[in-house]
């Protein structure tokens, strides 16, 4: 979008009464908050307390969005009205597996790292990626954790992989939640064991998927890395286009 059509949504914007929190230099994204009276006056749509399973309480939209039309005649379109908090994709369990149960389970331990455990070439082989050569180029991973990234140079010198800059860029209030920190390291050391790259940029945002889009953006309007990895999201059936 030109400044002209960035500065035309803003104008829109502040007659529909929500109140500009942020800008983006690249134009595509738009930051405001309104009363939830305000929401249900301009998109048509209640919002209401939900709770989730492990019973987190968070803002959510009843309908869908409905776009008042000089916004939706400008392609413009309301996303982030739920709140719903985002998974990790692990499950934690404090069970300890003992040795009778791996053997009962005959897990197929065909990797090349020691105990038959799978390792970045078992990694790249499986997934038919053994032609991708990073170069050295910068990559960026989105999280909504803390973690102790220490555990990434460990991984890297336990399978002689580079020992990758991780470079801190928060977007938004920072995060001092570490209950993804697994997710975190999950993500790291695969983009380790798959690209191998000299520097990782470690994108963290606030647990909520209202945050995430400016997570993205941010990425973009930094335009720092030539590739992008996470995997924290939510369940399609529990996505909306309204988030």
């Given amino acids: 979008p030109t400044q002209s059509q960035y500065d035309d949504l803003k104008s829109l914007a502040r007659q529909y009464g929500l109140t500009i929190t942020g800008e ?7 930051d405001v908050e309104a009363p939830a009276a305000t929401i249900r006056n301009v998109f048509g749509s209640q919002i209401e307390i939900r709770q989730t399973p492990e ?8 309908t869908e969005a409905v776009e008042p039309f000089p916004l ?11 709140a719903r908090p985002l998974h990790t994709n692990y499950q934690r369990s404090e069970h300890k597996v003992t040795q009778a149960e791996l053997d009962a389970a005959k897990l197929p331990l065909a990797g090349t790292s020691p ?7 078992d990694l790249k082989t ?3 990626l053994n032609g991708i050569q990073n170069g050295g180029l910068p990559v960026a991973v989105i999280e909504f954790s803390g ?3 220490l555990d990434a140079a460990t991984y890297a010198s336990e399978f002689g992989l580079n020992n990758p800059t991780l ?25 380790e064991a798959i690209e191998n790259p000299t520097s990782i940029y470690v994108y963290t945002g606030t647990f909520g998927s209202t945050t995430t889009p400016a ?23 529990a996505t909306g286009l309204s988030q």
Avoid: F, R
């Fill in 24 to 30: 983006h230099a690249s134009h595509t994204l738009l």
């Fill in 55 to 62: 019973g987190k309480s968070y803002h959510a939209a009843a």
């Fill in 72 to 82: 939706a005649a400008m392609g413009a379109h309301a996303v982030g009205l739920t």
């Fill in 115 to 121: 105990n038959g455990l799978y390792g970045p070439a």
């Fill in 126 to 128: 499986a997934y038919n």
């Fill in 147 to 149: 973690a102790n990234y």
């Fill in 167 to 191: 470079v801190q860029k928060e977007v938004g209030s920072h995060t001092t939640n570490t209950d993804g920190a697994i997710e975190v390291l999950l993500d790291i050391e695969m983009v």
């Fill in 215 to 237: 997570v993205y953006q941010q990425v973009a309007d930094d335009d720092l890395v030539v590739a992008m990895s996470t995997s924290w999201g939510l369940c399609e059936k």
